[in-house]
């Protein structure tokens, strides 16, 4: 009966070491981990007014945050076009962007290729 038992046990840790030098710690069934969508490279901001036209000649700026309507960690600052747009390119490619022009702010992530600002 002892030998039985020794067999048997023996048997069964050999599948076990057999299966463990299959797998090599991987397995398929593992979650990759998922990265954070990316930011736009280069975005056109649209300033309108409360009428929905477009303002030329505003200064808008481009940050990482906006704290209490004041723009923070500031990247860039521009002025709209005659279109009432100005586009910021070479953005960084992760991480929540933020434009403002006057008393309109938004903040994004992943941030957009496009964005209006409306006051």
């Known amino acids: 009966m002892k030998s039985h038992a020794m067999k048997t046990h023996g048997a069964v840790l050999l599948a076990a070491i057999a299966l463990a030098s299959c797998s090599n710690g991987n397995s398929s069934a593992t979650p990759s981990a998922t990265s ?3 930011n736009a490279t280069s975005s056109v901001v649209t300033v309108l ?3 929905g036209t477009p303002v030329a000649g505003i200064a808008v700026t481009l940050s990482k945050a906006i704290v209490n309507g ?3 960690n500031v990247l860039a ?3 709209t076009n005659s279109s009432g747009t100005t586009t910021f390119s070479s953005l960084p490619s992760t991480g929540e962007l933020c434009v403002s ?3 309109a702010g938004k903040c994004k992530e992943p941030f957009p290729a496009s964005i209006s600002l409306q006051f």
């Open 36 to 38: 954070a969508p990316s």
């Open 49 to 51: 007014n409360s009428g």
């Open 70 to 72: 004041i723009p923070e």
């Open 77 to 79: 600052h521009q002025t």
């Open 101 to 103: 022009a006057g008393s």
